[in-house]
């Protein structure tokens, strides 16, 4: 894919790294994206429900190119804010870039902000439009005061000191304004940002395609029986996009955090 111009990633929570890094190398991707929840180890595994599961991803964190002694794929790893970790960010990124000198990102992403009205909304659009009973939406809210002024201000001020270390990213609004728009009106998309929708998809383990990563209910193709051109050409993601270009993202996508552009540490 590489070799043809298409940038591709590869997400995982890392319990199988060590397992397929040599699979991961083959593969020839652009970017490798780890999630880490905590640089607690007790409190990442609690998370995820897997004892151990912090060590064994730390230890194989950049088995994908160091073995090989090879620059490629560009490794992150990635934390999800959420209202009872705002105090954890500058442990965390201190923690990994003093681990793993040799990382390329520590993002801090804004989490995902659906309430019970935007997820009915999405939900209507699947099914009345496109004939699909979306699942993805469900569960995962936020309640509109998960995140208080005085939290939006702490947020605030870790994001600016965090955009002056190497290497860091966020994902997200990092002013002050952005961040209580973005928590205090969810139903609000961003003015003039697009969904990566109108440059890709998202391949899924069993081969099918899907729109969205975060919310994978309409499904383009598959893999198996379908080249990717066909795929993206084909009749179901026309219609998305054009779908998309009508009315913008509807109800738990318009508050997606990757319709901010990400915005890297001032500090390269
Ligand atoms: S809603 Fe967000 S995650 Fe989903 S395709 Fe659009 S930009 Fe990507």
């Not at 409190?43 to 730390?58: A, F, M, S, W």
């Not at 609000?188 to 940002?193: E, I, N, R, V």
Request: overall charge negative; glycine content about 8%.
């Amino acid at each position: 894919m590489r070799k043809r111009g298409v940038w591709t990633g590869f997400s995982t929570n890392g319990l199988l790294l060590g397992k397929y890094h040599e699979r991961i190398l083959d593969a020839d991707i652009d970017m490798l994206s780890v999630s880490i929840d905590s640089h607690y180890p007790e409190v990442h595994d609690n998370i995820r429900g897997l004892p151990g599961l912090y060590e064994k991803t730390c230890a194989h964190l950049l088995d994908s190119r160091t073995r090989k002694g090879l620059s490629r794929p560009s490794v992150k790893v990635h934390f999800t804010i959420l209202p009872g970790n705002i105090d954890e960010m500058r442990g965390y990124y201190e923690t990994f870039a003093s681990r793993f000198p040799e990382l390329d990102m520590i993002k801090f992403h804004f989490p995902r902000f659906a309430t019970p009205a935007m997820a009915e909304e999405y939900a209507r659009v699947l099914r009345t439009e496109f004939g699909v009973e979306p699942t993805s939406h469900l569960g995962n809210f936020l309640n509109i005061d998960s995140f208080s002024d005085e939290d939006c201000a702490r947020l605030h001020r870790n994001l600016q000191y965090l955009l002056e270390q190497p290497k860091a990213s966020v994902t997200g609004p990092a002013d002050l304004e952005g961040i209580l728009h973005y928590f205090k009106s969810p139903d609000l998309p961003p003015k003039g940002d697009r969904c990566a929708c109108f440059k890709s998809m998202t391949v899924q383990p069993d081969g099918s395609v899907v729109n969205c990563a975060d919310y994978p209910d309409l499904v383009y193709g598959n893999i198996q029986s379908q080249s990717l051109l066909e795929i993206w050409e084909g009749e179901i993601a026309s219609r998305w996009r054009a779908y998309l270009e009508r009315h913008g993202n509807p109800g738990v996508l318009a508050r997606c955090s990757r319709l901010y552009p990400g915005i890297n540490s001032k500090a390269e």
